[in-house]
Structure formats: structure tokens, C-alpha cells
């Protein structure tokens, strides 16, 4: 399966939410110092259900979408864009990516040449294993 059937697959954009959901739900647990039961308790679900959500196991509606992103003090936000642009805009994303590491891997990145580089999010992360897992699907 290439990339452009995997991002016009429903399965990638459903781990794509997961991925974000689950990167929003953590950062907030983190900068609150709050931990899943009390998060728990101020949704009024189980901590099972947060640790569905954590875990990734979690088909929720777009309602409890809307009410957790709420409790996380975030406004949901779905974006819609054409499938074709993506993808095109993505290619190049990644083309740049790959000139940039190995541009870095030519000239012996010293300490000093990676202070202006950002540090991947772990969204980013899953989003590459999720990616990985959807390729081994097919």
C-alpha cells in the first residue's frame, strides 16, 4: 500500500484522531498534574475509560470527542480539506524532510547545529507507527 491509499484510507484518519486525541489528553494530564482518576472523576466516567482513551483503544462519537476536548480546555476544531492537495503537500513535506536528514548526515552534525533543531512531538511518533501498522495491514 503506498501513501496515497494509506491517507485516503478511513482506518489512518481514525488513528490520526486517536494519535491527537491521546497527545492533547496527555499533555494536559502532564502540565496539570492531574492524574487519570481525577481526570476520570471530573468527566464523571471510569478510569478505564481514560485508559482506553490513553491507550488508544477508544471509538468514541463526536460528541464525547466534543465533551473531552472541552474538559482539556480545547475547542475542537475539524478541518476538511481536499484529499489530492494533502497528499501532494505531503510529498513535499516529506521530500524536504529527507533532503534536510540527509544534508545533516553529510556534514556531521555537531551539538551546536542541533540546538535549532525542534524535537519531534510524540503525536508525531504515533502517527509514524500508526503509519506502519496500517502499511503491514495491507
Known amino acids: 500500500m503506498n501513501r496515497d491509499e494509506i491517507v485516503r484510507s478511513s482506518d489512518y484518519w481514525f488513528e490520526h484522531a486517536q494519535n491527537e486525541l491521546y497527545a492533547q489528553v496527555a499533555e494536559y494530564l502532564e502540565k496539570e498534574g492531574i492524574s487519570q482518576n481525577d481526570f476520570a472523576r471530573k468527566l464523571g466516567v471510569s478510569k478505564g475509560y481514560v485508559s482506553q482513551i490513553l491507550n488508544g483503544n477508544f471509538n468514541y462519537t463526536l460528541k464525547k470527542l466534543i465533551e473531552l476536548s472541552l474538559a482539556i480546555g480545547k475547542a475542537p476544531s475539524i478541518q476538511?480539506?481536499?484529499?489530492?492537495e494533502m497528499i501532494v503537500?505531503?510529498?513535499?513535506?516529506?521530500?524536504?524532510?529527507?533532503e534536510r536528514l540527509e544534508s545533516g548526515k553529510s556534514r556531521k552534525t555537531s551539538p551546536d547545529s542541533r540546538k535549532n533543531s525542534p524535537a519531534p512531538k510524540s503525536s508525531s511518533k504515533r502517527a509514524m507507527k500508526t503509519h506502519a501498522k496500517l502499511?503491514?495491514?495491507?
Request: net charge positive; hydrophobic share 30%.
Open 80 to 84: 476538511y480539506e481536499d484529499v489530492d
Open 89 to 98: 503537500n505531503d510529498e513535499l513535506k516529506v521530500k524536504l524532510l529527507k
Open 135 to 138: 502499511v503491514r495491514k495491507k
